[in-house]
């Protein structure tokens, strides 16, 4: 629930920011009662919010990097959310046995970035391993758009296009080879998506007008984010969901 609640909180306020999001090829997405693993370039700190977003009320388990949960409040809202965390340096076999587990036992999905760090083109071997073992296909995704706060803030244009799943059940062994191929069609796929979006990306404005519903709802916002810092602040010294985040 608190998934759910969050994601919209979020989403709202991505759209008192920007205003100008456009989805395409949602037709595409593996239905809500499959499992998969969702991927997509890691360009923003909001790509993700975009993505679950798009396929609500899909929930996911997401790898986070161990730095993100030092903050109370910000942990707390992750863990709740599905998030867990990985040592990047030293990542142990749960980075990749929690996620198997969810995929397996629940109707959770894994979103996760190949990349693993923003801007990087590099597709690690880690999804095919997963997706492989879990037996589920990989959902492709892409985000054009501002990858700077200060685009967001102008309403620069925010495109998500969305891929045909890709089915890996016929590479027989994640040896080097066959992760190489996983990474293959991941990049190939994200390469053709990024060039459908050429033609219809462009920096278009929202209307100005937009500004007398805007204004309100940002404070709207403000109220609705205290409220949630405050009960997640007080909820983090009585509901640790790092305890339920089992799926033995």
């Not at 758009?145 to 016929?170: A, H, W, Y």
């Not at 909820?235 to 985040?245: C, E, L, R, T, Y």
Request: hydrophobic residues 45%.
């Amino acid at each position: 629930m608190f998934y759910a609640y969050l994601r919209t909180l979020v989403s709202f306020l991505l759209w008192i920011v920007n205003g100008n999001i456009h989805y395409h090829n949602k037709e595409r997405l593996l239905p809500n009662d499959v499992n998969y693993v969702y991927v997509a370039p890691h360009r923003t700190f909001w790509d993700p919010v975009f993505m679950a977003y798009a396929v609500r009320p899909k929930q996911f388990v997401v790898m986070a990097k161990k730095e993100l949960f030092t903050n109370r409040i910000f942990a707390w809202w992750i863990r709740m959310c599905g998030a867990f965390p990985v040592d990047r340096d030293k990542p142990s076999t749960d980075a990749i046995r929690y996620p198997i587990n969810a995929l397996k036992k629940t109707n959770k999905s894994l979103l996760m970035f190949p990349s693993g760090s923003r801007h990087s083109t590099d597709v690690k071997g880690g999804v095919a391993v997963i997706a492989k073992m879990a037996k589920v296909k990989i959902q492709p995704a892409v985000y054009v758009g501002p990858t700077t706060f200060k685009g967001l803030l102008k309403r620069e244009r925010v495109d998500m296009n969305f891929g045909e799943p890709i089915d890996i059940s016929d590479i027989k062994r994640m040896n080097d080879e066959g992760i190489a191929e996983v990474s293959r069609r991941i990049q190939a796929s994200f390469d053709a998506l990024d060039a459908e979006m050429v033609p219809v990306h462009d920096n278009k404005k929202p209307n100005p007008l937009m500004w007398l519903l805007w204004i309100p709802a940002a404070l709207l916002a403000v109220v609705w984010l205290l409220f949630t810092a405050i009960f997640s602040l007080f909820s983090s010294f009585i509901w640790n969901p790092a305890k339920h985040q089992k799926f033995d």
